[in-house]
Protein backbone atom coordinates (compact mmCIF):
# COMPACT_ATOMS: atom_id res chain seq x y z
CA UNK A 1 0.00 0.00 0.00
CA UNK A 2 1.22 3.62 -0.91
CA UNK A 3 2.08 5.62 2.61
CA UNK A 4 0.97 9.39 0.72
CA UNK A 5 0.56 11.83 3.34
CA UNK A 6 -2.51 14.12 2.30
CA UNK A 7 -1.93 17.79 2.42
CA UNK A 8 -5.24 19.09 4.22
CA UNK A 9 -5.40 22.64 3.50
CA UNK A 10 -5.74 22.08 -0.56
CA UNK A 11 -6.49 18.61 -2.87
CA UNK A 12 -3.74 16.13 -3.45
CA UNK A 13 -2.17 17.20 -6.60
CA UNK A 14 -1.77 14.94 -9.49
CA UNK A 15 0.18 16.15 -11.96
CA UNK A 16 0.33 14.17 -15.36
CA UNK A 17 3.33 14.48 -17.48
CA UNK A 18 2.38 13.99 -21.32
CA UNK A 19 5.16 13.03 -23.55
CA UNK A 20 5.40 13.48 -27.47
CA UNK A 21 3.83 10.55 -29.00
CA UNK A 22 1.55 10.20 -25.84
CA UNK A 23 -1.35 7.52 -26.54
CA UNK A 24 -4.54 9.63 -25.63
CA UNK A 25 -6.64 7.06 -24.20
CA UNK A 26 -3.76 6.89 -21.30
CA UNK A 27 -3.77 10.40 -21.32
CA UNK A 28 -6.92 10.58 -19.84
CA UNK A 29 -7.28 7.82 -17.35
CA UNK A 30 -5.68 10.22 -14.72
CA UNK A 31 -8.57 12.61 -14.53
CA UNK A 32 -11.29 10.37 -15.52
CA UNK A 33 -10.05 8.06 -11.90
CA UNK A 34 -9.01 10.80 -9.44
CA UNK A 35 -11.51 13.79 -10.68
CA UNK A 36 -14.62 11.11 -10.11
CA UNK A 37 -13.53 11.18 -6.50
CA UNK A 38 -14.72 14.35 -5.64
CA UNK A 39 -12.27 17.39 -4.33
CA UNK A 40 -9.48 14.88 -3.10
CA UNK A 41 -7.79 15.44 -6.22
CA UNK A 42 -6.77 17.73 -8.39
CA UNK A 43 -5.59 16.64 -11.72
CA UNK A 44 -3.84 18.45 -14.33
CA UNK A 45 -1.51 17.96 -17.23
CA UNK A 46 1.89 19.10 -18.34
CA UNK A 47 4.66 18.89 -21.02
CA UNK A 48 8.50 19.09 -20.50
CA UNK A 49 8.44 22.25 -22.98
CA UNK A 50 7.50 25.75 -22.24
CA UNK A 51 5.04 26.33 -25.54
CA UNK A 52 3.13 23.39 -23.64
CA UNK A 53 2.55 21.54 -26.95
CA UNK A 54 2.22 17.82 -27.16
CA UNK A 55 2.62 15.77 -30.22
CA UNK A 56 0.29 12.30 -29.82
CA UNK A 57 0.59 9.15 -31.45
CA UNK A 58 -2.53 9.66 -33.25
CA UNK A 59 -2.99 11.97 -36.11
CA UNK A 60 -3.27 15.30 -34.18
CA UNK A 61 -1.19 17.99 -31.29
CA UNK A 62 -3.05 18.70 -28.19
CA UNK A 63 -1.92 22.17 -25.85
CA UNK A 64 -1.62 21.10 -22.27
CA UNK A 65 -2.95 23.59 -19.19
CA UNK A 66 1.06 23.73 -18.12
CA UNK A 67 4.75 23.39 -18.42
CA UNK A 68 7.04 21.36 -16.64
CA UNK A 69 6.95 23.58 -13.80
CA UNK A 70 3.74 22.01 -12.43
CA UNK A 71 6.15 18.67 -11.67
CA UNK A 72 7.38 21.14 -8.87
CA UNK A 73 4.20 20.97 -6.83
CA UNK A 74 2.98 17.32 -7.65
CA UNK A 75 1.73 14.91 -4.80
CA UNK A 76 1.71 12.24 -7.50
CA UNK A 77 3.03 12.44 -11.20
CA UNK A 78 1.50 10.07 -13.52
CA UNK A 79 3.74 9.18 -17.02
CA UNK A 80 0.98 7.69 -19.20
CA UNK A 81 2.39 6.13 -22.29
CA UNK A 82 4.05 6.86 -25.45
CA UNK A 83 5.12 6.28 -29.16
CA UNK A 84 7.20 2.95 -29.22
CA UNK A 85 9.62 4.56 -31.60
CA UNK A 86 10.16 7.22 -29.31
CA UNK A 87 11.89 4.72 -26.68
CA UNK A 88 15.31 5.34 -26.11
CA UNK A 89 17.68 4.37 -22.91
CA UNK A 90 18.77 7.63 -22.97
CA UNK A 91 16.24 10.10 -21.86
CA UNK A 92 16.10 13.57 -23.90
CA UNK A 93 17.43 16.17 -21.85
CA UNK A 94 13.89 18.25 -21.83
CA UNK A 95 12.50 15.05 -20.22
CA UNK A 96 15.63 14.77 -17.90
CA UNK A 97 15.17 17.99 -17.03
CA UNK A 98 11.54 17.96 -16.22
CA UNK A 99 11.61 14.85 -14.06
CA UNK A 100 14.60 16.42 -12.12
CA UNK A 101 11.91 18.65 -10.60
CA UNK A 102 10.04 16.36 -9.05
CA UNK A 103 10.62 16.71 -5.12
CA UNK A 104 11.33 13.66 -3.22
CA UNK A 105 8.63 11.53 -1.82
CA UNK A 106 6.72 11.95 -4.71
CA UNK A 107 4.32 9.13 -5.67
CA UNK A 108 4.90 8.25 -9.44
CA UNK A 109 3.23 6.37 -11.28
CA UNK A 110 4.16 4.97 -15.03
CA UNK A 111 1.48 3.00 -17.51
CA UNK A 112 2.78 1.32 -19.91
CA UNK A 113 5.93 2.60 -21.72
CA UNK A 114 5.77 4.96 -19.25
CA UNK A 115 8.18 2.59 -17.29
CA UNK A 116 10.88 3.02 -19.82
CA UNK A 117 10.86 6.68 -18.97
CA UNK A 118 11.50 6.22 -15.14
CA UNK A 119 14.13 3.45 -16.00
CA UNK A 120 16.00 5.56 -18.15
CA UNK A 121 16.27 7.92 -15.46
CA UNK A 122 16.58 5.60 -13.12
CA UNK A 123 14.13 5.62 -10.74
CA UNK A 124 13.49 1.88 -11.00
CA UNK A 125 16.69 0.85 -9.64
CA UNK A 126 16.41 -1.41 -6.99
CA UNK A 127 12.88 -2.04 -7.86
CA UNK A 128 10.78 -4.26 -9.04
CA UNK A 129 8.37 -3.07 -12.33
CA UNK A 130 6.28 -4.00 -15.08
CA UNK A 131 4.95 -2.86 -18.05
CA UNK A 132 3.18 -4.40 -21.00
CA UNK A 133 3.80 -7.97 -21.58
CA UNK A 134 4.96 -7.63 -25.70
CA UNK A 135 7.49 -4.92 -24.70
CA UNK A 136 9.09 -7.23 -21.77
CA UNK A 137 12.17 -8.67 -23.90
CA UNK A 138 12.67 -4.84 -25.00
CA UNK A 139 12.63 -3.96 -21.39
CA UNK A 140 15.11 -6.39 -20.26
CA UNK A 141 16.94 -6.15 -22.73
CA UNK A 142 17.50 -1.99 -22.14
CA UNK A 143 17.50 -2.53 -18.21
CA UNK A 144 18.55 -6.08 -17.50
CA UNK A 145 19.36 -4.55 -14.44
CA UNK A 146 15.80 -4.36 -13.17
CA UNK A 147 13.52 -7.32 -11.81
CA UNK A 148 10.72 -6.83 -14.49
CA UNK A 149 7.67 -9.10 -13.97
CA UNK A 150 5.34 -8.83 -16.74
CA UNK A 151 3.00 -10.84 -15.51
CA UNK A 152 0.99 -8.42 -13.50
CA UNK A 153 -0.98 -5.85 -13.80
CA UNK A 154 0.38 -3.23 -11.78
CA UNK A 155 3.09 -3.21 -9.36
CA UNK A 156 2.63 -0.93 -5.87
CA UNK A 157 6.78 -0.48 -4.27
CA UNK A 158 5.62 2.55 -2.53
CA UNK A 159 6.56 5.45 -3.86
CA UNK A 160 6.79 4.33 -7.45
CA UNK A 161 4.32 2.07 -9.17
CA UNK A 162 3.93 0.77 -12.67
CA UNK A 163 1.72 -0.88 -14.70
CA UNK A 164 0.96 -3.08 -17.74
CA UNK A 165 -0.88 -1.41 -20.75
CA UNK A 166 -3.59 -0.01 -21.60
CA UNK A 167 -6.81 -0.30 -19.39
CA UNK A 168 -4.59 -1.26 -16.59
CA UNK A 169 -3.42 2.85 -16.43
CA UNK A 170 -7.38 2.41 -14.54
CA UNK A 171 -6.07 -0.93 -12.79
CA UNK A 172 -3.57 0.86 -11.07
CA UNK A 173 -5.40 4.59 -11.00
CA UNK A 174 -8.03 2.49 -8.92
CA UNK A 175 -5.49 0.99 -6.58
CA UNK A 176 -4.12 4.76 -5.67
CA UNK A 177 -7.62 5.58 -4.48
CA UNK A 178 -8.29 2.63 -2.75
CA UNK A 179 -4.87 3.13 -0.85
CA UNK A 180 -5.96 6.45 -0.08
CA UNK A 181 -9.37 6.44 0.69
CA UNK A 182 -10.36 2.29 0.69
CA UNK A 183 -12.21 0.21 -1.14
CA UNK A 184 -15.73 1.76 -0.67
CA UNK A 185 -14.54 4.86 -2.47
CA UNK A 186 -12.40 2.96 -5.20
CA UNK A 187 -15.78 0.92 -5.72
CA UNK A 188 -17.91 4.15 -6.06
CA UNK A 189 -15.15 5.43 -8.51
CA UNK A 190 -15.26 2.38 -10.34
CA UNK A 191 -19.24 2.05 -10.46
CA UNK A 192 -19.14 5.73 -12.13
CA UNK A 193 -16.60 4.85 -14.29
CA UNK A 194 -17.93 1.32 -15.33
CA UNK A 195 -15.72 -0.55 -14.92
CA UNK A 196 -14.93 -3.71 -12.89
CA UNK A 197 -13.23 -2.24 -9.37
CA UNK A 198 -10.34 -5.00 -9.04
CA UNK A 199 -9.79 -7.77 -12.07
CA UNK A 200 -8.57 -10.99 -10.95
CA UNK A 201 -5.35 -12.32 -12.05
CA UNK A 202 -2.69 -10.80 -14.58
CA UNK A 203 -1.12 -9.71 -17.85
CA UNK A 204 -0.82 -13.91 -18.48
CA UNK A 205 -4.59 -13.59 -19.40
CA UNK A 206 -4.44 -11.42 -22.00
CA UNK A 207 -0.89 -12.94 -23.50
CA UNK A 208 -1.46 -14.71 -26.87
CA UNK A 209 -2.41 -18.55 -25.94
CA UNK A 210 -3.54 -21.03 -28.30
CA UNK A 211 -7.16 -21.91 -28.86
CA UNK A 212 -8.75 -24.37 -26.04
CA UNK A 213 -10.03 -27.44 -27.25
CA UNK A 214 -13.52 -27.26 -28.85
CA UNK A 215 -16.28 -27.90 -26.24
CA UNK A 216 -13.86 -26.88 -23.41
CA UNK A 217 -16.00 -25.31 -20.50
CA UNK A 218 -14.32 -22.13 -18.67
CA UNK A 219 -13.82 -21.35 -14.92
CA UNK A 220 -15.64 -18.09 -14.68
CA UNK A 221 -18.53 -20.04 -12.76
CA UNK A 222 -16.62 -22.02 -10.71
CA UNK A 223 -15.24 -18.40 -9.75
CA UNK A 224 -18.41 -17.14 -9.27
CA UNK A 225 -19.37 -19.70 -7.18
CA UNK A 226 -15.99 -19.78 -4.92
CA UNK A 227 -16.61 -16.14 -4.27
CA UNK A 228 -19.79 -16.47 -2.77
CA UNK A 229 -18.36 -19.31 -0.57
CA UNK A 230 -15.08 -17.57 0.46
CA UNK A 231 -16.14 -19.47 4.06
CA UNK A 232 -15.72 -22.83 3.06
CA UNK A 233 -12.34 -24.28 3.09
CA UNK A 234 -12.55 -24.42 -1.08
CA UNK A 235 -10.00 -27.32 -1.69
CA UNK A 236 -8.69 -27.96 -5.66
CA UNK A 237 -10.25 -31.05 -5.77
CA UNK A 238 -13.88 -29.05 -4.76
CA UNK A 239 -13.35 -26.11 -6.90
CA UNK A 240 -12.48 -28.90 -10.34
CA UNK A 241 -15.65 -30.77 -9.38
CA UNK A 242 -18.08 -28.03 -9.41
CA UNK A 243 -16.46 -26.95 -12.67
CA UNK A 244 -16.62 -31.04 -14.04
CA UNK A 245 -13.16 -31.03 -14.71
CA UNK A 246 -10.68 -33.12 -13.32
CA UNK A 247 -7.91 -30.93 -11.07
CA UNK A 248 -5.30 -31.20 -13.52
CA UNK A 249 -7.53 -29.82 -16.62
CA UNK A 250 -8.83 -27.27 -13.97
CA UNK A 251 -5.69 -25.69 -12.63
CA UNK A 252 -4.37 -25.64 -16.08
CA UNK A 253 -7.65 -23.83 -17.78
CA UNK A 254 -8.04 -21.44 -14.61
CA UNK A 255 -3.84 -20.30 -15.14
CA UNK A 256 -4.79 -19.61 -18.39
CA UNK A 257 -7.74 -17.83 -17.87
CA UNK A 258 -6.68 -15.47 -15.15
CA UNK A 259 -3.04 -15.53 -14.95
CA UNK A 260 -2.75 -16.79 -11.41
CA UNK A 261 -3.28 -20.42 -9.35
CA UNK A 262 -6.75 -21.06 -7.86
CA UNK A 263 -4.82 -21.20 -4.09
CA UNK A 264 -3.62 -17.71 -4.58
CA UNK A 265 -6.53 -16.35 -6.50
CA UNK A 266 -8.48 -17.73 -3.21
CA UNK A 267 -5.91 -15.31 -0.98
CA UNK A 268 -6.41 -12.69 -3.30
CA UNK A 269 -9.83 -12.94 -3.22
CA UNK A 270 -10.25 -13.39 0.92
CA UNK A 271 -8.05 -10.40 1.49
CA UNK A 272 -10.11 -8.41 -0.95
CA UNK A 273 -13.20 -9.45 1.18
CA UNK A 274 -11.53 -8.99 4.61
CA UNK A 275 -10.65 -5.40 3.50
CA UNK A 276 -13.95 -4.56 2.46
CA UNK A 277 -15.44 -6.06 6.24
CA UNK A 278 -12.66 -4.28 8.04
CA UNK A 279 -14.03 -0.95 6.43
CA UNK A 280 -17.55 -1.40 7.01
CA UNK A 281 -18.44 -3.20 10.06
CA UNK A 282 -17.04 -3.65 13.78
CA UNK A 283 -16.51 -7.27 13.52
CA UNK A 284 -13.72 -8.61 15.64
CA UNK A 285 -10.82 -9.72 13.46
CA UNK A 286 -11.15 -13.26 14.04
CA UNK A 287 -14.72 -13.39 13.56
CA UNK A 288 -13.83 -11.54 9.90
CA UNK A 289 -10.93 -14.15 9.17
CA UNK A 290 -13.66 -16.88 9.54
CA UNK A 291 -16.34 -15.38 7.89
CA UNK A 292 -13.63 -15.23 4.35
CA UNK A 293 -12.20 -18.47 4.70
CA UNK A 294 -8.84 -18.09 6.48
CA UNK A 295 -8.32 -20.82 9.60
CA UNK A 296 -7.61 -17.91 12.50
CA UNK A 297 -7.10 -14.14 13.08
CA UNK A 298 -3.40 -15.12 12.66
CA UNK A 299 -3.46 -16.47 9.28
CA UNK A 300 -5.38 -13.24 8.01
CA UNK A 301 -2.84 -11.19 9.67
CA UNK A 302 -0.57 -12.80 7.88
CA UNK A 303 -1.93 -12.50 4.53
CA UNK A 304 -3.23 -9.19 4.99
CA UNK A 305 0.29 -7.75 5.73
CA UNK A 306 1.58 -9.57 2.90
CA UNK A 307 -0.66 -7.76 0.82
CA UNK A 308 -0.54 -4.44 1.81
CA UNK A 309 2.08 -4.14 5.28
CA UNK A 310 -0.23 -3.39 7.66
CA UNK A 311 -2.11 -5.36 10.10
CA UNK A 312 -6.30 -5.44 10.22
CA UNK A 313 -6.31 -2.83 13.48
CA UNK A 314 -3.96 -0.49 11.54
CA UNK A 315 -5.85 -0.78 8.14
CA UNK A 316 -9.24 -0.59 10.43
CA UNK A 317 -8.27 2.86 12.30
CA UNK A 318 -7.10 4.37 8.88
CA UNK A 319 -10.17 3.85 6.72
CA UNK A 320 -12.75 3.92 9.68
CA UNK A 321 -11.28 7.08 10.50
CA UNK A 322 -11.47 8.47 7.12
CA UNK A 323 -14.86 7.06 7.34
CA UNK A 324 -16.19 9.38 9.57
CA UNK A 325 -14.78 12.35 8.06
CA UNK A 326 -15.83 13.51 4.94
CA UNK A 327 -15.62 10.76 1.87
CA UNK A 328 -16.36 12.57 -1.36
CA UNK A 329 -19.17 10.81 -3.51
CA UNK A 330 -18.84 10.30 -7.09
CA UNK A 331 -19.87 12.97 -9.38
Not at 72 to 91: G, N, Q, S
Request: proline share 6%; with cysteine.
Amino acid sequence: MSSIAFRAERPHRVVVLALDGVYAFELGIPNRVFASVGGEYEVVTCAVSDDRTVRTNADFTITVGHGPEALETADTVVVPPYDMDRITADLPEPVRAALARIRPGTRIVSICTGAFTLAAAGLLDGRPATTHWALAGMFRRMFPHIALDPDVLFIDDGEILTSAGAASGVDVCLHVVRSDHGSAVANRVARYCVVPPWREGGQAQYIEQPVPDEGATGTAATRAWAIEHLDRPLALRELAAHARMSQRTFARRFQEETGTSPGRWLIQQRVHRARHLLETSDLPVDRIAADVGFATGTSLRQHLHAAIGVSPQAYRHTFQIKDKGKVPAGR
